[in-house]
Each structure stands twice: as structure tokens, then as C-alpha cells.
T-cell receptor
Framework: NAGVMQNPRHLVRRRGQEARLRCSPM?????VYWYRQLPEEGLKFMVYLQKENIIDESGMPKERFSAEFPKEGPSILRIQQVVRGDSAAYFCASSPPTGFEDNEQFFGPGTRLTVL | EDQVTQSPEALRLQEGESSSLNCSYT??????LFWYRQDPGKGPEFLFT???AGEEKEKERLKATLTKKESFLHITAPKPEDSATYLC????????????FGSGTKLNVKP
């Protein structure tokens, strides 16, 4: 009965390096969402994916950020050439592929990215 | 622009002192309003979904209610373990890809 899993839980990168954040949705869930949370702030939507498809990436910065959800394996949020402003908690959520009455999102524990 | 505003930003209560948290929204065409609890260093934990004005849901010491413009999370006789940040999110009918989150209310219950 595993929930949403994210790894790593903590990630430290130097400016200019790449960060890869992974998310495995709950069993049976085919919708994945990525959010960013700065300290003392709410969650900001970044991207919504289904298997092999990016449905809505309107919350993603235009440069350096990309996301994928392959047919097999976890969803990946990739940040290239990280800058200090990328330091935040990144949360993944998943929801099942049913009608909107069942569209509650279930969150993972997050990845805390620190850019030195 | 769609807005979700939560108040107060922070709330300190004595154990047993009941109170309410507010979530007001300006999303047109609400498909659902969600309440989450978030503990420090953890991901949000789902509490309730409300779909239509007048709806109420309860879980232990928590009760969520919904009107056409706002939702309340009532906490009855809180305990220290209820201390957390409570987040509200809305799902709009015209953009079902997104959940719009408020900034949360940080609740601290003193024994």
C-alpha cells in the first residue's frame, strides 16, 4: 500500500549543475503533478503529466526546467544549470484516472533542493 | 485572476479552544475544494473534498464547510497534535489540469 514516493528526499547541487527529481505515483494512478513550495508559501503548480504526455506545463519556467513521465518508470523533473533561486521543496502528487469526483491528489514527501 | 486566500496566516490556540480557519476563493466554476494538512518537512496530507455549497464533511475534530465564496475548517477542542499548516486548494471547471493552492494557515495548539 505504498503511497507516492519521491527521491531523493534531499538534494544539494552547486550552481550550474543539473538536478533530477524522481516521483513514483501511487499504484493505479496515471496522473502526476509537480509543485514547488518556497518556505512559508503555498504550493505553486508547475506541470501536469499523464503517461508519455505533458498535459499542462503552464507553471514551468520556460528555460532549464523539463518534465517527463515515461511509459515505464517514474516521472522525472529535471532542472538544468541550477541557480540559487531554484532552492525549494518540490512535491509530486498523483491522482487516479477516473471522473472528477475522484480527483483528489495524494502527495509525496517532497524533495528538498538546496543550491549552493 | 483566480485567487485562493487563507486566513489567518497563523493561529495560536490553547488546547480545547475551538476555532475556524477560512479559505476564500474567486475561481468561477468550482469543481472541488480540497483541504490538506502539512506537517513540517512533509508532503500535504489529504483531508477533505467539498463539491457544492452547503456541503459539510467531518473527520475527528475537524469539520469542513463550503459556501459559494468560501470554505471553513472548524477545529473543535483541538489537541497539540493538531498543530500543522492547513492548506486549501480549488479545482476550476474550466481548467481541470490545475489545483490553485492558498498559502496556508499555520496552526499551533499549546497544551
Amino acid at each position: 500500500n505504498a503511497g507516492v514516493m519521491q527521491n531523493p528526499r534531499h538534494l544539494v547541487r552547486r550552481r550550474g549543475q543539473e538536478a533530477r527529481l524522481r516521483c513514483s505515483p501511487m499504484k493505479g494512478h496515471s496522473h502526476v503533478y509537480w509543485y514547488r513550495q518556497l518556505p512559508e508559501e503555498g504550493l505553486k503548480f508547475m506541470v501536469y503529466l499523464q503517461k508519455e504526455n505533458i498535459i499542462d506545463e503552464s507553471g514551468m519556467p520556460k528555460e532549464r526546467f523539463s518534465a517527463e513521465f515515461p511509459k515505464e518508470g517514474p516521472s522525472i523533473l529535471r532542472i538544468q544549470q541550477v541557480v540559487r533561486g531554484d532552492s525549494a521543496a518540490y512535491f509530486c502528487a498523483s491522482s487516479p484516472p477516473t471522473g472528477f469526483e475522484d480527483n483528489e491528489q495524494f502527495f509525496g514527501p517532497g524533495t528538498r533542493l538546496t543550491v549552493l | 485572476e483566480d485567487q485562493v486566500t487563507q486566513s489567518p496566516e497563523a493561529l495560536r490556540l490553547q488546547e480545547g479552544e475551538s476555532s475556524s480557519l477560512n479559505c476564500s476563493y474567486t475561481v468561477s466554476g468550482l469543481r472541488g475544494l480540497f483541504w490538506y494538512r502539512q506537517d513540517p518537512g512533509k508532503g500535504p496530507e489529504f483531508l477533505f473534498t467539498l463539491y457544492s455549497a452547503g456541503e459539510e464533511k467531518e473527520k475527528e475534530r475537524l469539520k469542513a464547510t463550503l459556501t459559494k465564496k468560501e470554505s471553513f475548517l472548524h477545529i473543535t477542542a483541538p489537541k497539540p497534535e493538531d498543530s500543522a499548516t492547513y492548506l486549501c486548494a480549488v479545482h476550476a471547471s474550466y481548467n481541470f489540469n490545475k489545483f490553485y493552492f492558498g498559502s496556508g494557515t499555520k496552526l499551533n495548539v499549546k497544551p
